[in-house]
């Protein structure tokens, strides 16, 4: 047993020994993350159908990447619900982000958590509905501020594409999914959306309302 540590106050990462401060909002928000990483994996979130065993020798592995996928999706969220465009782990806001990912989570269907591109790609879309979602909330205190949020072009393709299959396999839960990919993919080229840089908001709005209908 080393040498005892007095822990840093909550919104300082670093003791004074230079050792990390276990009890930092950072650090909650990583736990939060990883808390709902274990949920997921494990079948205790409703509706989540990609889970891993925990006999499986990788299982602490895939909690880690879909903890900081989670993660990096609140920040997603943060970020566009601030006006300075950035995120921060120990603000309060992130807080509520991390809620807005986890309300969320049903409309996005699980990925391959074994595809570190399929993974990446469902935690865009995510953190761009869970920007929606808390942008939406700030606008019933303050109008402009959500506007001035909204105007910006939030997703790249490969979040946009998530988003749009989302939404179709809500409108069609019955429907395998090859199939359900296979219609957003055309709604996607009907509407000639791009397939690269960023997706105009307006546009995939548009293209969402069609796959809803």
Same mark, same amino acid.
């Given at each position: 047993?080393?040498?005892? !540590?007095? %822990?840093?106050?909550?919104? %300082?990462?670093q003791n004074t020994d230079g050792s990390?401060?276990?009890?930092?909002?950072?650090?909650?928000?990583?736990?939060?993350?990883?808390?709902?990483?274990? $949920?997921? *994996?494990?079948?205790?979130? #409703?509706?989540?159908?990609?889970?891993?065993?925990?006999? &499986? #020798?990788?299982?602490?592995?895939?909690?880690? &990447?879909?903890?900081?996928? *989670? =993660? $990096?999706? +609140?920040?997603?969220?943060?970020?566009?619900?601030?006006?300075?465009?950035?995120?921060?782990?120990?603000?309060?806001? /992130?807080?509520?982000?991390?809620?807005?990912?986890?309300?969320?989570?049903?409309? /996005? #269907? +699980? #990925?391959?958590?074994? @595809?570190s591109d399929a993974l990446k790609a469902?935690? &865009?879309?995510?953190? @761009?509905?869970? +920007?929606?979602? =808390?942008?939406?909330?700030?606008?019933?205190? @303050?109008?402009? /501020?959500?506007?001035?949020?909204?105007?910006?072009?939030?997703?790249?393709?490969?979040?946009?594409?998530?988003? =749009?299959?989302?939404?179709?396999?809500? +409108? /069609?839960?019955?429907? &395998? =999914?090859?199939?359900?990919?296979?219609?957003?993919? %055309?709604l996607w080229a009907d509407a000639g959306?791009?397939?690269?840089?960023?997706?105009?908001?307006?546009?995939? @709005?548009? !293209?969402?309302?069609?796959?809803?209908?």
């Open positions: 047993m080393g040498a005892k !540590v007095t %822990e840093a106050r909550p919104w %300082e990462n990390l401060n276990v009890g930092s909002y950072e650090v909650a928000a990583a736990v939060s993350a990883t808390d709902l990483s274990w $949920d997921l *994996l494990t079948g205790s979130q #409703p509706g989540w159908a990609a889970t891993i065993e925990l006999a &499986d #020798p990788n299982f602490w592995i895939h909690v880690n &990447d879909l903890a900081a996928v *989670l =993660l $990096d999706a +609140a920040d997603r969220a943060q970020a566009a619900a601030r006006t300075d465009g950035r995120s921060n782990r120990g603000d309060t806001s /992130h807080a509520r982000a991390r809620g807005a990912v986890r309300t969320v989570l049903a409309a /996005h #269907p +699980a #990925p391959d958590v074994t @595809d469902w935690g &865009d879309a995510l953190g @761009d509905t869970a +920007a929606r979602l =808390l942008v939406t909330a700030t606008g019933l205190i @303050d109008g402009d /501020h959500a506007a001035r949020c909204t105007r910006r072009e939030w997703p790249n393709v490969a979040a946009a594409k998530q988003q =749009l299959l989302a939404a179709v396999v809500a +409108a /069609h839960p019955d429907i &395998d =999914l090859p199939t359900n990919t296979a219609a957003a993919a %055309e959306l791009p397939e690269d840089g960023p997706v105009d908001r307006s546009a995939l @709005d548009a !293209v969402l309302g069609l796959a809803a209908a």
